[in-house]
């Protein structure tokens, strides 16, 4: 009886075994499995957030957002939400500027930098639909005086090129140089977009914001914005912000280069004209100001469009240690009448205790916020200021567009050069291609401000993101719409922040 119960017992014992050892075997034969496609397919991606209640959705942003801010040292920023095709939530975080200390609202308007070229083609594509543009006509065709300087490209540039930044054309609307043959590569262009507002202000004898008005704003209710600083969109403007070190060392750095060459070459010429190692005060004087010419342009050349603020401050960074130097000079001729090697000495301790105070203000105020000029010309490439639920709206029409004809629509959403498989442009957004589908996109970049939109046509689902960042937190804007929407993000962030794409040209995927 015991021989029998301890066979049942031992055969019960391989049974359970065996069992185990086989569920063990499947087990680790899927995570094996598992793992070998997680290899091959990388990290999967963060599911798109259209799906999330928005409710949680906005009670995350709400509580992300501020922290964020604090973290990276942001100003202000809006944020507009759209889904299903509609305007679902604005709001603002943070202040128009650090002095006043003015809160954020909806309606607080912001320079959208490069995102106005969006807005340009679209006023182009309107007007082909007009039958007034023809996407593959030269645009040297429709003006009287030659925009581009090389005979040999210039009847081969077309609207089609410059909305797609295939010119070939440069950065800046100053060069018109055109570096390989249109349409053999992609080069973001913002001088192409000068081009493009060239071509269309002379077509319709309009001004680009009349047109901008007339095809864009008032169609789509954006009551905000404009190309150029009106009193609607600067009732309530945030204000751009810099270090105040930047604009500081920009000034610096080229003035003492200059005044150590210039220095050096006055002693020289006072060795070989007298015998002595010796500059006189005339001479001084005369070195400080040819030294503070080429630091002026520069910071004038930087800043002097962005805001009156710079220019301020590049006079006092120009007049103070003079004023310092004359005062101190003054000051210590009368203390110590009898003794010019200490006046010297103390002379020059001064001074640097004045350059050092100047450096020790600039690092204690941190961001100095800039007064936007009360006008401006309207510039394509990118001069609109908006508001975050404006921009929204004109992000809807682009990526489901009510007042362009079916066919003029699909070609601004088609593909018309690819960069890499999940990157390419159309006309006027860029386009992104993930697993969640294609979105249209464009980010803005200026000094003082970042911005970005991004919609995925097809789910009526987008974000756009506004700051009064400077430009050392390029992510900003693209970190805080990628919290918004959710999904992949990478193409993006690699073609506005790596530069990978952008003023290099040609490229093409290969």
């Known amino acids: 009886m015991n021989t029998e119960r301890s066979k049942l017992y031992r055969s019960?014992?391989?049974?359970?075994?065996?069992?185990?050892?086989?569920?063990?075997?499947?087990?680790?034969?899927?995570?094996?499995?598992?793992?070998?496609?997680?290899?091959?397919?990388g990290p999967a991606e963060a599911p798109l957030r259209v799906y999330e209640p928005l409710d949680a959705v906005v009670a995350d942003l709400e509580a992300f957002v501020p922290a964020y801010m604090e973290q990276q040292g942001v100003p202000g920023v809006s944020i507009a939400l759209v889904r299903d095709g509609r305007v679902v939530w604005t709001e603002g975080f943070g202040v128009t500027s650090v002095l006043t200390r003015r809160p954020v609202t909806p309606d607080t308007t912001f320079k959208v930098a490069s995102n106005s070229k969006a807005v340009t083609a679209y006023i182009a594509l309107r007007l082909v639909d007009q039958g007034m543009l023809a996407l593959d006509a030269p645009l040297d065709s429709y003006l009287s005086k030659p925009f581009m300087p090389q005979e040999a490209y210039r009847p081969l540039v077309t609207l089609r090129h410059t909305l797609s930044h295939t010119s070939g054309m440069g950065r800046t609307g100053i060069s018109r140089e055109v570096r390989f043959p249109p349409g053999a590569g992609y080069s973001y262009s913002p001088a192409g977009f000068a081009y493009t507002q060239k071509v269309v202000e002379e077509v319709t004898g309009q001004s680009l914001e009349a047109l901008g008005q007339e095809l864009v704003f008032q169609p789509l209710g954006m009551q905000n914005s404009s190309f150029v600083n009106t009193p609607a969109v600067m009732e309530q403007p945030a204000r751009g912000h810099l270090p105040a070190l930047l604009p500081a060392l920009v000034f610096e750095v080229p003035f003492l280069v200059v005044m150590s060459v210039l220095a050096l070459l006055a002693l020289i010429v006072g060795r070989l004209h007298s015998g002595r190692w010796r500059i006189s005060r005339r001479t001084a004087l005369v070195i400080y100001a040819l030294a503070a010419l080429p630091a002026c342009g520069l910071v004038f050349m930087l800043y002097m469009g962005l805001s009156t603020t710079y220019a301020l401050l590049m006079l006092i960074l120009w007049g103070t240690p003079l004023v310092a130097l004359l005062l101190g000079h003054a000051v210590l001729k009368r203390r110590a009448p009898g003794q010019p090697g200490l006046r010297k000495g103390l002379l020059a301790a001064w001074v640097l205790v004045v350059a050092l105070a100047m450096a020790g203000a600039a690092l204690i105020l941190g961001d100095?916020?800039?007064?936007?000029?009360?006008?401006?010309k309207p510039d394509a490439a990118a001069s609109i200021r908006a508001t975050a639920a404006d921009m929204a709206r004109f992000l809807i029409e682009m990526a489901n567009p009510q007042h362009l004809s079916p066919e003029t629509a699909a070609q601004m959403h088609t593909p018309q050069v690819s960069l890499r498989s999940d990157l390419s442009w159309g006309l006027g957004p860029g386009i992104q291609h993930s697993s969640e589908g294609d979105a249209l996109w464009q980010w803005g970049s200026e000094l003082d401000f970042q911005s970005v939109m991004i919609i995925y046509p097809?789910?009526?689902?987008?974000?756009?993101?506004?700051?009064?960042?400077?430009?050392?937190?390029?992510?900003?804007?693209?970190?805080?719409?990628?919290?918004?929407?959710g999904g992949s993000i990478d193409a993006i962030q690699r073609a506005a922040l790596s530069q990978e794409f952008n003023y290099q040209g040609p490229f093409l995927e290969e």
């Open 12 to 41: 019960r014992d391989r049974v359970r075994m065996h069992t185990l050892v086989a569920v063990t075997t499947v087990l680790a034969l899927l995570l094996t499995a598992a793992v070998r496609s997680s290899a091959s397919t």
């Open 458 to 485: 097809d789910l009526g689902y987008g974000a756009v993101v506004l700051t009064n960042s400077d430009f050392l937190n390029p992510g900003v804007a693209i970190d805080i719409a990628h919290r918004a929407l």
């Open 368 to 376: 100095l916020p800039g007064v936007p000029p009360e006008a401006a």
